[in-house]
């Protein structure tokens, strides 16, 4: 495999940044602790032929774009709008839905930024619950579905997540994932 000369990444969750550093270092790669506030990348303007993302909360498109050396390639994955709305809504209560213009906002904020898109894909898949308990865990791990989740706040709505999960065997909500490709000129 053939290793580029210049590996780096960022990191703005701390209990992942030994991890990725780990995982990097047999590449020569350096995983730099970010706060992720305001998107900033610590590296120098075109730096880089290859930038990607995946999951990020909110990718920086135009610190990705100057980052990049003309001809550089953007990939990134992002969890595109409404991504286990079922559930999340189900717990909630409804909430604000502008899902439709997602793709068009994510392919304009890209161009804004300075690139071209080549590709944007965006896909819908099953996610489905078998118990409580892994939606617990689901819960507690990926924050951002129910922001204020705990157990005893959400006592009521689980008990109910219960009924239904014995009622129909599993609780099925669809995760979104949106792929960008694109191409600094």
């Known amino acids: 495999m053939r290793v580029p000369g210049v590996v780096r990444a960022t990191e703005a969750w701390a209990p992942n940044h030994s991890l990725a550093s780990a995982a990097l270092r047999p590449y020569g790669g350096v995983v730099h602790l970010v706060d992720g506030g305001d998107g900033a990348?610590?590296?120098?303007?075109?730096?880089?032929d290859l930038v990607t993302?995946?999951?990020p909360v909110a990718f920086p498109y135009r610190e990705a774009a100057r980052v990049l050396a003309p001809g550089g390639r953007l990939l990134v994955q992002e969890v595109g709008a409404g991504s286990n709305r079922e559930l999340y809504e189900f717990l909630m209560g409804p909430q604000a839905n502008d899902d439709d213009a997602y793709v068009d906002r994510l392919r304009a904020r890209v161009a804004d930024a300075g690139l071209d898109v080549v590709d944007l894909r965006d896909a819908r898949t099953r996610v489905e619950f078998f118990d409580v308990a892994a939606v617990v865990h689901f819960l507690r791990k990926v924050l951002w579905t129910v922001p204020d989740f705990t157990v005893d706040r959400y006592r009521d709505r689980l008990r109910a997540l219960y009924?239904?999960?014995?009622?129909?065997?599993?609780?099925v909500c669809h995760s979104r994932r949106t792929l960008v490709e694109a191409r600094k000129a």
């Open 163 to 171: 009924d239904h999960i014995a009622e129909h065997g599993s609780f």
């Open 41 to 48: 990348l610590p590296f120098d303007d075109g730096t880089f």
């Open 53 to 55: 993302g995946r999951h």
